[in-house]
């Protein structure tokens, strides 16, 4: 309890483009090795690269999702350092004067929001793969990647726990595949986290720190902090020293190693990128793409909350992403009587059902206005709740509309008064056991009654009716 955690993170975010960041390279995930290159992405002598300008667009997007200056001017610089799978020996990054500058994340914690500032996003190019594991105690290099468009997001050392890490990380992630910026997908690298990690006694100055370098999962990095945390605590504890270094988590120990010392900005030699100019962004480009930005996650949770009644949850997960808050909306516009169960059953059934079949809200063969017609007919007693569940599986199969599979099924819910009784008095003369302790008293045998009503006519007796006939002729 005497000591607190500093985090800072430093977010690798693949910009979403479909050729690379300064070649018309594709950046298509899953290629044959080192077959999306060119002489500009491998550093061949003499090629000159050129800014895919999508990169900067949608940088700016972010930056102003983030409530961040944006730098009308900005450079590019080598960052040089050696590594196999760095073909030109240098990175073209920005240094001193990146495109966007002073942000802010507002995270959840457990008494409201905390704010965590974002020093800077800068535009880089991605580095090669090197590849080791099953190759006979040798090393292959992909250069597919290398040159590949990054956003580097730089927080400020803000967080004091690994789970605001997380919830930092979780907020940022959701932002970046809701602006469309970036698909984001940990399991292919395209969103990538270095955490800055040190210790201090309170009130004290800060600790040194140490990089967990390439976390690629939020479970992940929560282990890893919280062991880079507890390793630095004792350690002092112990008499020792923290030594600035970068490490790694082995996930399957559940522990970090070291990797090497930890470079500072003159160890990489930075100096202005001579093949490019300057990248300069006029104010009415930075106005333009500012009108053009959708309503962002927290702004629709808060919406999603207030006009439709909807809890926290099931706000925040139909706020994913722009598809599937869309996709709500004209749920709700087709079935205005009731959002929440509009929420309820997208939430819970249909997106259920899409994840089973590996898909996207974009890809549903069932429409919004689909699924307005399968509430329209639970809300109308047509079917019940259960039989509903059994007509979309029917519709996520054929395509069919609601009406056309419970008419080609026969699923209409029974609500005759005169055939539902018939079923109860054929039930209470098959158990006359039950019947009679029910009479003496046994109140709880009354839900018997109900499953074998319910049982009896396929689960299409409406279920409300069947309640009322049961009250009265049990009771004899």
Not at 5 to 18: K, S, W
Not at 199 to 211: K, M, P
Not at 398 to 406: H, K, L, Q, R
Request: hydrophobic residues 40%; proline residues 5%; contains cysteine.
């Amino acid at each position: 309890m005497n000591w607190e955690t500093v985090i800072g993170l430093e977010v690798h975010v693949q910009v979403n483009t479909n050729t690379k960041a300064f070649c018309g390279c594709s950046t298509a995930f899953g290629a044959e090795p080192n077959t999306q290159t060119c002489p500009v992405c491998l550093g061949m002598p003499g090629q000159l690269p050129v800014l895919n300008m999508e990169v900067a667009r949608k940088s700016v997007l972010t930056g102003l999702a983030i409530n961040a200056t944006i730098n009308l001017e900005s450079k590019f610089d080598r960052k040089n350092y050696f590594y196999p799978d760095l073909p030109k020996g240098y990175q073209i990054s920005q240094f001193p004067l990146p495109i966007v500058e002073h942000g802010y994340l507002d995270i959840p914690v457990a008494d409201g929001e905390k704010r965590i500032g974002i020093t800077r996003i800068h535009i880089e190019e991605d580095a090669g793969k090197s590849m080791h594991e099953g190759l006979d105690g040798v090393s292959h290099i992909d250069l597919n990647r290398s040159g590949v468009p990054l956003m580097e997001i730089v927080s400020e050392p803000d967080m004091r726990s690994a789970d605001e890490a997380v919830a930092y990380l979780k907020q940022l992630h959701q932002l970046v595949r809701f602006l469309d910026v970036s698909g984001a997908d940990m399991e292919k690298g395209q969103f990538r986290c270095d955490a800055n990690v040190s210790v201090r006694r309170f009130g004290e100055a800060l600790g040194t720190r140490a990089e967990l370098k390439n976390l690629n999962s939020f479970r992940f990095i929560k282990q890893a902090i919280d062991y880079e945390v507890a390793r630095q605590i004792e350690l002092i504890e112990d008499g020792g020293q923290v030594v600035q270094e970068t490490r790694l988590f082995d996930s399957a120990k559940g522990e970090s190693r070291s990797m090497r010392s930890k470079e500072e900005a003159h160890d990489y030699r930075y100096f202005p990128e001579p093949d490019l100019p300057p990248l300069r962004i006029s104010q009415e480009e930075v106005d333009g793409i500012r009108a053009g930005m959708p309503e962002l996650p927290g702004q629709l949770r808060e919406r999603f909350e207030s006009e439709f009644g909807l809890s926290s949850y099931d706000a925040d997960v139909l706020s994913q992403t722009l598809d599937l808050a869309g996709w709500y909306e004209s749920l709700v516009a087709a079935h205005p009587s009731d959002p929440k169960r509009c929420a309820n059953w997208m939430a819970n059934e249909l997106l259920g059902r899409l994840k089973e079949q590996g898909k996207d809200i974009a890809d549903s063969p069932v429409s919004a206005q689909d699924l307005a017609g399968l509430l329209d007919r639970i809300a109308d007693n047509t079917i019940s709740g259960k039989i509903a569940k059994d007509v979309l599986d029917a519709m996520m199969a054929t395509g069919e509309s609601a009406d056309a599979v419970i008419e080609s099924k026969g699923l209409k819910q029974v609500s005759d008064s005169g055939a539902i009784d018939t079923l109860i008095l054929q039930i209470m003369a098959d158990n006359p056991g039950q019947l009679e302790q029910f009479r003496a008293g046994k109140d709880k045998l009354f839900g018997f009654f109900v499953g074998q009503v319910m049982k009896a006519s396929k689960g299409q007796a409406n279920p409300g009716m069947v309640n009322q006939r049961l009250q009265d002729l049990l009771k004899g």
